[in-house]
Every structure is written in structure tokens, then in C-alpha cells.
């Protein structure tokens, strides 16, 4: 499903013209990113926890020319999905 589709879902479903469940959808995914942005954690009861987490510097190897290389560290987001939806999804 892609964001056309969810806005689609979201129309139907809620029966919001789809221009209001786009906008709705929007303001949704720009608090929870902002919220990561500022390092903190979003929980979404029923449905899962996003956080931030930093992932450190490693060395890996170039498949290509078997060389090592330095990978940087960086921030990642991660989802842990609650267990209602780990449920329904099983």
C-alpha cells in the first residue's frame, strides 16, 4: 500500500472527503517525525512503538574489492510492533 492508497482507505473508512484524509494523514506523520526528530518516542496504543535509535561506527568490507571501509554512525528509526497487531498479523 502506498500513500494514495492510504489516504484512499482512510477516505472510506472514516468518510472524510479524500483532500481532508490527506491532510489528516500528513499532520499525523509530520508530529510523529517531529517527535523522532527531537529524539523522543512515539507509542501508537494497538498499534506499536517508534524510537530512535544510534547505530555506531563499524568497519565493513567493500564486496566488490574485498577492501575495508569505515561506516559511519548514525540514528535510526526503529518500529517495535505492539502485540495486538503482532497478533492479527499472525
Do not use: C, Y
Not at 35 to 61: D, Y
Not at 62 to 86: H, R
Amino acid at each position: 500500500m502506498n500513500k494514495s492508497e492510504l489516504v484512499n482507505a482512510i477516505s472510506a473508512n472514516s468518510g472524510l472527503s479524500k483532500a481532508d484524509a490527506k491532510k489528516a494523514l500528513d499532520a499525523a506523520l509530520e508530529a510523529i517525525a517531529a517527535e523522532l526528530t527531537k529524539g523522543e518516542k512515539v507509542a501508537l496504543l494497538g498499534f506499536g512503538n517508534f524510537s530512535v535509535s544510534e547505530r555506531p561506527a563499524r568497519t565493513g568490507i567493500n564486496p566488490a574489492t574485498k577492501e575495508k571501509i569505515e561506516i559511519a554512525a548514525k540514528k535510526v528509526v526503529k518500529f517495535k510492533p505492539s502485540n495486538e497487531l503482532a497478533d492479527a498479523v499472525n
